[in-house]
């Protein structure tokens, strides 16, 4: 069973940066196909901010690319997301996804990022 735990989330001005994690357990982070970074603001669908495939491939929605790096550790077993010039768009649940096809389909519970103008 693979669990994944977020954090690194919080309060911050428009401008600043946030490392968000996402720590693994069950599996090694290189079983997972794909590693997905989403979020979701209040009233808002949940949107796909960017993945890292098991290859170390990794793509970026346009609204963050250019300001959000995917990064992994392979020995803590974690991802991280790290987001850069923050826009008080930005401000959302961050969810990390891992899934791997017939096999599992997990997700996170959640950080809160609050980006203040």
């Known amino acids: 069973q693979v669990q994944l735990v977020e954090s690194g989330g919080g309060l911050v001005q428009a401008g600043g940066s946030l490392r968000l994690s996402c720590v693994a357990s069950?599996?090694?982070?290189?079983?997972?196909?794909?590693l997905a970074w989403h979020r979701q603001a209040p009233g808002n669908q949940r949107e796909r901010v960017g993945i890292?495939?098991?290859?170390?491939?990794?793509n970026y929605a346009d609204s963050v690319k250019g300001r959000f790096t995917i990064s992994r550790d392979v020995a803590k077993n974690t991802v991280y997301l790290q987001m850069d010039s923050l826009k008080p768009e930005d401000t959302a649940v961050y969810y990390c996804?891992?899934?791997?096809?017939?096999?599992?389909?997990?997700w996170g519970q959640g950080t809160q990022v609050t980006v203040s103008s």
């Open positions: 996804n891992a899934y791997r096809p017939f096999d599992f389909d997990a």
């Open positions: 069950g599996r090694s982070i290189l079983s997972f196909n794909v």
């Open positions: 890292i495939t098991n290859g170390g491939g990794t």
